[in-house]
């Protein structure tokens, strides 16, 4: 009945013994195989005969109510039908079957087109079975009262012992690496401990593993039996019967001695389940032969998946209870933490406190390109080729590894002194981590013999022997470190997550003020989304209208120039929240991009000299473009006869009120529905200024009124008027000088080259990139130099240095409506805004000549 498995003799065979198919069973009991549909015997085990007194030759073809009598055959029946197709056994206590005078016990189940029916002596009456089941319910509320997985493994191995009767019952749970670890012990005071000691792997190989998966309990009466086949033998190419749900499958022999070296007579095993994984086992010794009562065995089976369950929600309570206490800590940590203070700073000046919450050897944080560390970390020199590693494995996200030394693309001494990480990400960006170390398991593990298996000669021959000694082991794991549970890994995503949403928003300075400016930020992303959407509109506008007002190609070239130039600094303006300025300067670069040709009066302007602060300046500028451009997509401005009028005024309370009056245009309905446009002019006015804004739907023409408050006012004499600087007119200001232009656009590094050679230039020398600006310089050392700051993914800051140095005069170019990106030590220096004119360029020329 047995698989043909056959080979060489390695480890390699233990792990592929076909152990679910023994073709034999344990003699305590007796087997019969039928076929599910008509109920016949195919198959018998020996043992039938002493059990049922008939032969098994005889029961061949007999239908089980032919053997066993039409009650008994009734009820196995009714057993199998309640557990449906699942794998589970079917139990029948105190099978009365004809011509015996003692009853029996029987479980059956159907598993691949066989019904399997196992049958044992009865050993306990009714009452005793009664008993059975009330003392597994008692253990079941026992261990109820357990909180956590070392105490409900104590008591579980102290129930069970108090239940079957065992010398020895282990809670043995599995590892990271496969190898097992007795985690709690109840014995026989005579007995050496196993508390404490741990398993290889190869201990239980892989179809073990499964099997104790699929069926949760498995008893070895006698490791000394003397399998007993069932009959008859299979035949050439006949499917072997699959016993992997039997209580009574025969058990490899190589077990069996495995047990025997350990002293072992007979042992029971309750797997523990825990999230459909095999956690571990409740593992029972006894020194002599044992048979435990198939009551009692289905008790502790239904203790077994109780255990199981109390295990998976200690280790649930268990992490949400680290996870707690991580957040008392870390509010803690934060607590201290000063307001205003660097985030940086702060986190390093916290590293010990934050690398406490979870064991390692050594820490580090990364902040910003600047690493500090403390116990056993990597050197100084190895962190930037780390830190560029973890950013690519972790990209953002908690990320753990307990054999760093295994990644070959990481080049540095790893696995000793560092073998494991945990990196934890702190902030947005992904350069920032807070890092923890261990090193190698530099601990002795005591294992439970010496950790491999042994070839010696048998009777068969060649053999692989389980190990002959079980005196402590010791074996030192080299370049892993103790792996990162999950319990730790729930901690640091609760580091990951407070670092980032409370320590890093810890220095803005109110709740109010964190609203306002995410609301601000979140108005200006919205208004930049909508101005690219409406930018191109606007400018095809502008064209259609310079064109049909323009004498000639030249005037249109100027004119359309200058309109251009009055959008890009209208939305300067706009986003320039910090620069101040007068309300009538705003209101004229905005309506100069819409007055065309002779007809300077469809828009007019009237009003008091009114100051605005920084603040309302910027915000203001917004409301004002939004309308501008809503009048010339579909208001008065949209028609060449339309008018546009403004006017304002200071109220008796000192707000400036201000009157938007359309005419002209087409005719005006009111919107169905609110769009953006509305609602940015709605909210910035009362929100970001706290003013207010009606606008009217006027057939002849939309109206809107306007009211600032007077806390955003300031006196005109207070500001610079923004708009005002001196423009120089166009000359031959750079007289046959050579300029090095470097800017990273083809396009527009050819239309500045045009300006540069109008102006006078004698040479210009382009330079897209740093590099090609250093070989210019060292070619020939320029007169001047006109800088695109922004070359894509660097800048040029590192060129004007260099010309710094050498004395050589420069100015930048940049595309952006403020000069922050410009560093600290260029402030003074003259600025262009794109696209760049010739008459602004040779204003920031003159400037650096004066």
């Keep these: 009945m047995a698989s043909d498995f056959t080979g060489p003799v390695d480890l390699a065979n233990c792990d592929r013994e076909p152990i679910h198919i023994p073709g034999s069973i344990q003699p305590h009991g007796a087997m019969l195989v039928c076929d599910p549909e008509t109920g016949k015997v195919i198959f018998a085990s020996e043992t039938v005969e002493n059990l049922l007194g008939q032969r098994n030759s005889n029961l061949i073809g007999l239908t089980l109510e032919d053997i066993l009598g039409a009650n008994a055959a009734h009820d196995l029946r009714n057993a199998a039908m309640k557990v449906g197709s699942s794998h589970l056994a079917g139990v029948v206590l105190g099978l009365k079957l004809p011509n015996l005078d003692m009853p029996v016990d029987a479980v059956t189940h159907q598993h691949k087109d066989r019904l399997f029916v196992e049958i044992e002596p009865t050993t306990f009456d009714v009452s ?59 014995k026989a005071p005579n007995l050496n401990s196993f508390m404490g000691q741990h398993f290889p792997a190869s201990d239980i190989p892989y179809q073990a593993r499964r099997l104790y998966l699929e069926n949760t309990i498995r008893m070895i009466g006698d490791v000394n039996f003397a399998p007993v086949p069932l009959l008859p033998r299979l035949k050439a190419g006949e499917e072997p019967i699959d016993m992997s749900f039997a209580q009574l499958r025969s058990v490899s022999p190589i077990h069996c001695e495995y047990l025997r070296n350990m002293g072992v007579g007979a042992t029971m095993s309750i797997s523990v389940v825990v999230d459909g994984e095999l956690w571990g086992l409740i593992s029972c010794h006894h020194d002599s032969p044992k048979i435990i009562p ?118 540095g001494t790893y696995g000793t002194e560092v073998a494991g990480l945990l990196a934890i990400p702190i902030s947005s960006v992904s350069r920032d981590y807070l890092i923890l170390f261990r090193s190698e398991e530099a601990y002795s593990v005591e294992w439970a013999g010496e950790p491999v298996k042994q070839i010696v000669s048998g009777p068969s021959g060649p053999r692989l022997s389980p190990r002959g000694s079980f005196d402590t082991w010791r074996e030192d794991v080299r370049g892993r470190s103790k792996p990162w549970t999950d319990r730790e890994l729930s901690v640091a995503d609760t580091i990951r997550v407070y670092l980032r949403d409370v320590v890093l928003r810890y220095n803005e300075a109110t709740s109010e003020e964190r609203e306002r400016v995410e609301n601000r930020r979140r108005v200006l992303n919205d208004e930049l989304n909508h101005r690219v959407k409406n930018i191109l509109a606007l400018v095809k506008s502008i064209a259609r209208q310079t064109g049909a007002t323009a004498a000639s190609v030249e005037d249109y070239a100027s004119a359309m120039e200058g309109r251009l130039r009055a959008l890009a600094f209208a939305h300067d303006q706009s986003l320039q929240a910090g620069s101040g300025g007068d309300l009538a300067t705003l209101i004229t670069a905005e309506a100069s991009l819409h007055r065309y040709g002779g007809e300077v009066d469809r828009i007019t302007a009237e009003g008091p000299a009114v100051g605005l602060s920084d603040r309302s300046f910027g915000v203001f500028a917004l409301v004002i ?143 897209a990139n740093v590099a090609q600006s250093k070989d210019e310089i060292a070619a020939a050392l320029p007169d001047f130099a006109v800088l695109d700051y922004n070359l894509g993914h660097e800048t040029s800051a590192e060129v004007a240095d260099m010309l710094a140095d050498l004395s050589v005069p420069f100015l930048f170019v940049t595309g952006y409506g403020d000069n922050v990106i410009i560093p600290d030590r260029f402030k003074h220096m003259p600025i262009v805004r794109k696209p760049v004119s010739a008459t602004a360029l040779a204003a920031r020329i003159e400037s650096l000549r004066a």
């Design 625 to 767: 473009h939004e309308l501008m451009t809503n009048a010339a997509k579909y208001g008065a401005l949209a028609v060449p006869e339309g008018r546009l009028s403004l006017t304002w005024h200071l109220t008796d309370a000192g707000d400036c009120r201000i009157i938007w009056q359309e005419r002209a245009g087409p005719t005006v309905t009111a919107p169905t529905r609110t769009g953006f446009g509305s609602k940015l002019i709605q909210t910035t006015m009362t929100y970001d200024l706290g003013g207010t804004a009606t606008v009217a739907y006027d057939p002849d023409g939309l109206r809107a009124d306007l009211i600032i408050p007077a806390s955003h006012l300031v006196a005109v004499a207070d500001i610079m008027p923004a708009g005002t600087a001196v423009i120089a007119q166009p000359h031959d200001v750079l007289a046959q000088l050579d300029v090095l232009l470097v800017e990273d656009q083809a396009l527009i590094a050819m239309d500045t080259e045009d300006t540069l050679r109008k102006l006078g230039a004698g040479m210009v020398r382009l330079a």
């Design 128 to 186: 005793t079975a009664q008993d059975a089941l009330e003392m597994t319910q008692s253990l079941v509320r026992r261990i109820g009262f357990e909180s956590n997985v070392d105490k409900i493994s104590a008591i579980g191995a102290r129930l069970i012992r108090g239940l079957l009767g065992y010398d020895r019952v282990m809670v043995y749970q599995f590892l990271h690496n496969g190898a097992g670890h007795v985690i709690a012990e109840a």
């Design 294 to 411: 198939m009551p009692l065995r289905v008790g502790a089976e239904l203790f077994g998946q109780y255990f199981s369950m109390q295990i998976a929600l200690a280790e649930r309570r268990a992490a949400l209870i680290a996870t707690n206490d991580a957040r008392a800590r870390l509010d803690q940590i934060v607590s201290d933490i000063q307001p205003g203070e660097a985030v940086d700073i702060a986190v390093t000046r916290h590293l010990g406190d934050l690398a406490g919450l979870i064991a390692n050897d050594g820490a580090s944080i990364s902040v910003n390109g600047s690493w500090s560390a403390n116990g056993r970390a990597p050197a100084p020199a190895e962190a930037a080729a780390l830190m560029a590693f973890v950013s690519m494995k972790a990209a953002g996200n908690v990320w753990a590894t307990s054999e760093l030394g295994s990644f070959a693309d990481l080049h």
